[in-house]
Structure formats: structure tokens, C-alpha cells
Nanobody
Framework: QVQLVDSGGGLVQAGGSLRLSCAAS????????IGWYRQAPGKEREFVAD????????AYADSVKGRFTISRDNAKNTVYLEMNSLKSEDTAIYYC?????????????WGQGTQVTVSS
């Protein structure tokens, strides 16, 4: 059974830093992409950053470029999101997303979410 465990959220002051982790286990197929989305109260879930597992290429939302960095530990099937210079508008529940690919089909999975609260 696929399991994604998000962790690392918390309360931090504006300008501070946090590091989120997402550990994936029980995957049947290879990882295609792994990344993070977030959802603020009253808003839709939005893309934050992702990483292509085979190439290592990364992509970021404009709102976090230069402040957030996504990285991985291949051996542990774990992805990290280093968040610096946090702003109040970064407050949201952050969800890990993994897309695996097998037999020509992509399978998305979501973590349970971890709350990030930035106080101004």
C-alpha cells in the first residue's frame, strides 16, 4: 500500500525557515515526479514545486522562486522542501504529491498534509 508521510510543518515568524519532508513507501511503480502543493484557507490547492525523478530537473511556482528549494534522497524515496524567507502568505497546509508511472499509466498519490503557519 502506498504511503506518503509529510512532516516538518510548524509555526514560524516571517523571515524564518522551515524544512518539510515527504517519505514515500509501498510504491509499486517508478516515481515520475514528486513535489509539493499547498492550500490556504478559502483557496484552491496550488502548485509549489516539483522534481523529475529521472532527470532531477525542478520547477517552482513564481511566488516561491528564490526562497524555496526542493531536493531528494534517492535511497530513501524522500523529498524535502527547504523554505526560507517565509512570508505570511506562505501560510497553508502543504501536501506532498507523488506521481508514479507504470504500464503506460500515471498514478498520483497525496500525503496527509502538514500545516505551515507564518506569523507576521
Amino acid at each position: 500500500q502506498v504511503q506518503l508521510v509529510d512532516s516538518g510543518g510548524g509555526l514560524v515568524q516571517a523571515g524564518g525557515s522551515l524544512r518539510l519532508s515527504c517519505a514515500a513507501s509501498g510504491l509499486t511503480f517508478s516515481i515520475y515526479k514528486i513535489g509539493w502543493y499547498r492550500q490556504a484557507p478559502g483557496k484552491e490547492r496550488e502548485f509549489v514545486a516539483d522534481l523529475s525523478w529521472s532527470s532531477g530537473s525542478t520547477a517552482y511556482a513564481d511566488s516561491v522562486k528564490g526562497r524555496f528549494t526542493i531536493s531528494r534522497d534517492n535511497a530513501k524515496n524522500t523529498v524535502y522542501l527547504e523554505m526560507n524567507s517565509l512570508k505570511s502568505e506562505d501560510t497553508a497546509i502543504y501536501y506532498c504529491n507523488v506521481v508514479t508511472v507504470g504500464l503506460g499509466t500515471r498514478y498520483p498519490y497525496w500525503g496527509q498534509g502538514t500545516q505551515v503557519t507564518v506569523s507576521s
